[in-house]
């Protein structure tokens, strides 16, 4: 079992939806949680982040934690064919040898007009 | 301006041959990283290097070397590829912070190898 669990989709929703991307993990020990964007045959870029417990809003993206259940949630609204990408979550904890994340496998979204 | 770049962008080579991937970070980030990202796109961390120390992720073959000639470059040199190693390996770069030790990572595009 991986230590990060993500669901590969691919998830298609129609433009206009409130899209749900979800991670679950098993290490107790993870304190930072991000969210990176990957489109097609590019690298990753950091969506969002964040620290311990609790939600984070940014435009039409919100980034929840819940550490107790150990599962962590990006939300989507207004969804548009722009978002169309792979989405990974990434983790690490507070003393990390060498900052290391610890990703997972991603989630496909597709958009459709 | 490329934040963090790679070269090659494709590396097409023969199963037994040796091949290095060059990263460049402008971003004056202390720390840089290798990862592997495999044909169902799971992303895994090779390796953290900074001035100060090399962590090495434990399952990373010994074939596998970074080198770093300055802060701002970390170079991935492979010996004796294998087909397993078909792959899109990724540099990115970060900048330690003591508190809150968020590590924000910025990727190069990748360099898609492929050994036939």
């Known amino acids: 079992q991986k230590e990060v669990e993500q669901d590969p989709g691919p998830l298609s929703v129609p433009e206009g939806a409130i899209v749900s991307l979800n991670c679950t993990y098993s290490n107790s020990a993870f304190q930072y949680f991000m969210w990176y964007r990957q489109y097609s045959r590019k690298g990753p870029e950091l969506l969002m982040y964040?620290?311990?417990?609790g939600n984070k809003e940014d435009g039409r993206f919100t980034a929840q934690v819940d550490k107790s259940s150990k599962y962590i949630s990006l939300f989507i609204r207004d969804s548009q064919p722009s978002d169309s990408a792979t989405y990974l979550c990434a983790m690490s904890a507070e003393n990390n040898a060498g900052n290391m994340l610890t990703f997972g496998g991603g989630t496909r979204l597709m958009v459709k007009p | 301006d490329t934040a963090v770049s790679q070269t090659p962008k494709y590396l097409v080579t023969q199963m037994g041959n040796d091949k290095s991937i060059k990263c460049e970070q402008n971003?004056?980030?202390?720390?840089m990283y290798w990862y592997k990202q495999d044909s169902k796109k799971f992303l895994k961390i090779m390796f953290s290097?900074?001035?100060?120390?090399?962590?090495i992720n434990e399952t990373v073959p010994n074939r596998f070397s970074p080198k770093s000639p300055d802060k701002a470059h970390l170079n991935l040199h492979i010996n004796s590829l294998e087909l397993g190693d078909s792959a899109v390996y990724f540099c990115?770069?970060?900048?330690?912070?003591?508190?809150?030790?968020?590590?924000?990572?910025?990727f190069g595009p990748g360099t898609r190898l492929t050994v036939l």
């Open positions: 290097y900074n001035n100060k120390e090399l962590i």
């Open positions: 964040t620290y311990s417990s």
């Open positions: 971003l004056g980030h202390d720390t």
């Open positions: 990115a770069s970060s900048q330690f912070r003591r508190y809150p030790r968020l590590n924000t990572q910025y």
